[in-house]
């Protein structure tokens, strides 16, 4: 839709944005003009009642080498603060359509940690992740530390973020870190990712960003809490038309058509 520097927008699917990192000289270095372009582009997919997924993705080499060193290296305490350096890239998180991060090549520092905002994340057998800021001078900025640790257990966490190692796609799996490593080949887990979108956008809409928040509370509230939440959220489906289609055709043995309302 719009002309962009960092990033293309695409339409695989007519439900399915696919958004690809493009900045091959620096790896997909995530300059502040790419993620303005990236938010600025989640924003209009998030408004556009016909996309119902979005799939994420980089280079076959890098999804993202993290943020960028250069831009960042002569920044002063008071330049970071006042500016709220990086903070506008929470504005994925807060992204109502399911994000699937593709992930092939390198997804380091503020890449890795742009994957883990992301919902779902599918790797390649290339994929290599690490949170290399220890080698800077630095800690993670961009959630890494905390997702990390909600995910991979504390060991594994401080192991990443106090030696720098990259980890392997196979390890990454092995530690829950993505949904699976897809078989070898280019474009393979874009394609799977693609599928994967297409899948959920396939599904009624209010539900499936209804699915997307209770998850996500999962990490941020305790289990009663939780568990409230959730069963809210389920009464509260019982208002949709898409509830009324998709019980009505279970007992009709036929398929639901959800009109996501
Ligand atoms: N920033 C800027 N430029 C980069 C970055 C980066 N993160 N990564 C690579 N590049 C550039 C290189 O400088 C090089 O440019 P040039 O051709 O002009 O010299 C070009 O990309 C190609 O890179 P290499 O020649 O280094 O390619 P290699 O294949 O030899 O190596 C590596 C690939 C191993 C990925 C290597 O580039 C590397 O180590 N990159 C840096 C990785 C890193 O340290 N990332 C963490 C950055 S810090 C961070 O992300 C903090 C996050 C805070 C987030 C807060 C969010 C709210």
């Known amino acids: ?35 303005a372009e990236l938010n600025k582009a989640l924003l ?8 119902g997924a ?12 993290g943020a960028d060193i250069k831009e960042m290296k002569d920044k002063e305490y008071s330049d970071v603060f006042k500016s709220r350096f990086l903070e506008d890239w929470a504005a994925l ?68 973020v106090l030696t720098g190692r990259n980890i392997s796609a196979q390890e990454a799996e092995k530690w829950g870190m993505v949904s699976r490593v897809v ?6 887990v874009v394609k799977e990712a693609i599928e994967m ?8 809409q209010i539900a499936v960003q209804a699915g997307k928040e209770v998850v996500n509370a999962a990490y941020e509230l305790n ?12 009464h509260g489906l019982f208002a949709t038309k898409d509830q009324k289609e998709g019980m009505a055709a279970f007992a009709e043995k036929r398929k639901p058509e959800f009109t996501h309302s």
């Open 1 to 35: 839709s719009s002309n962009y520097e960092y990033i293309i927008v695409a339409r695989p699917e007519p439900a399915v944005a696919l958004i690809t990192l493009n900045r091959p000289k620096a790896l997909n270095a995530l300059c502040s003009p790419l993620f």
């Open 44 to 51: 209009e997919v998030d408004a556009d009642d016909a996309i």
């Open 54 to 65: 979005v799939v994420l993705t980089g280079s076959e080499k890098a999804f993202a080498a």
């Open 93 to 160: 998180s807060k992204t109502r359509k399911p994000i699937i991060a593709a992930v092939s090549g390198y997804a380091l520092g503020g890449g890795c940690e742009l994957a883990l905002m992301c919902d779902i994340i599918l790797a390649s057998p290339t994929a290599k992740f690490g949170q290399p800021e220890i080698n800077l001078g630095v800690i993670p900025g961009g959630g890494g530390s905390q997702r990390l640790a909600h995910i991979i257990g504390k060991s594994r966490t401080m192991e990443m």
């Open 183 to 188: 078989s070898d080949g280019e474009g393979q």
């Open 197 to 204: 979108a297409k899948t959920i956008a396939s599904k009624g």
């Open 223 to 234: 289990l009663a809490e939780g568990l409230r939440f959730e069963r809210r959220i389920f």
